[in-house]
């Protein structure tokens, strides 16, 4: 067969990590940590899996440490034990990937990404962009966010020095990241998302012709 090189993102760590560390006894990597015991999820993380997987956990650590820290002053250990305790929807990690097709279910009401996003212990949506702001472009990343808005749940742009929304214009690395991102968003067009599959890529883009924005 044909050979792929690996980049550093999530396909490589699913080929190289998940699949052989949950291989023995067919489970998600979640359930394989907890000891089957599972979590109410706190937060979906919205992101694209062809993303810098190093960066990817960069940008996790710092909305965690950030969200510990939102209403309290309180030094890094502290909030680093915070954050740690935060339970998160990773779609890698929490779906089976042994039994993909069983757990997508035959629709996009019976898939875990709607499922989880409608949960009540579900409290916000992060999406976790790079400098190309790629997750947007994506499909299920697009019909992320349409399901966050339908819920009327927060939902956060989240990047590898914090969260957008919140970053203050202290530094000039903030400064150029709020301007970069300021300026991607301004050409972004759903109707250029992509997905792995056709299928449903079609499905996605049928539920989002009924998206009406706010306005803002």
């Given amino acids: 067969g044909k050979l792929w090189a ?4 999530l396909y ?4 190289l990590l998940i699949r052989p560390q949950t291989a023995s006894h067919r489970v998600s990597m979640s359930e394989l940590w907890s000891g089957g015991k599972g979590n109410l999820i706190e937060f979906f ?4 899996w062809g993303e810098d997987f190093g960066e990817f956990v960069q940008s ?9 820290g939102r209403n309290v002053d309180i030094g890094r250990e502290e909030a680093n034990s915070v954050a740690s305790a935060m339970s998160f929807y990773i779609c890698a990690f929490s779906n089976n990937q042994w039994n993909l097709k069983a757990e997508l279910g035959n629709s ?3 898939s875990p990404f709607y499922r989880v996003l409608h949960a009540p212990s579900t409290k916000m949506v992060v999406m976790n962009v790079d400098q190309y702001a790629t997750a947007l472009l994506r499909a299920w990343c697009g019909f992320e966010f349409y399901v ?26 903030e400064e150029v990241w709020i301007r970069h991102m300021f300026e991607v968003l301004q ?11 056709q299928s449903d890529l079609d499905m996605i883009l049928e539920q989002l012709k009924s998206f009406k924005g706010t306005g803002a």
């Fill in 187 to 197: 050409d972004l067009d759903i109707q250029q998302a992509q997905a792995t599959k």
């Fill in 45 to 48: 993380i919205s992101h694209f």
């Fill in 108 to 110: 996009v009401e019976e």
């Fill in 148 to 173: 966050t808005h339908s819920c009327g749940k927060p939902f956060l742009l989240n990047t590898r020095i914090g969260p957008l929304q919140e970053m203050k214009v202290d530094t000039r690395i």
């Fill in 6 to 9: 690996l980049g550093t993102n």
């Fill in 12 to 15: 490589a760590v699913e080929k």
């Fill in 60 to 68: 996790t650590y710092r909305f965690g440490l950030h969200h510990a």
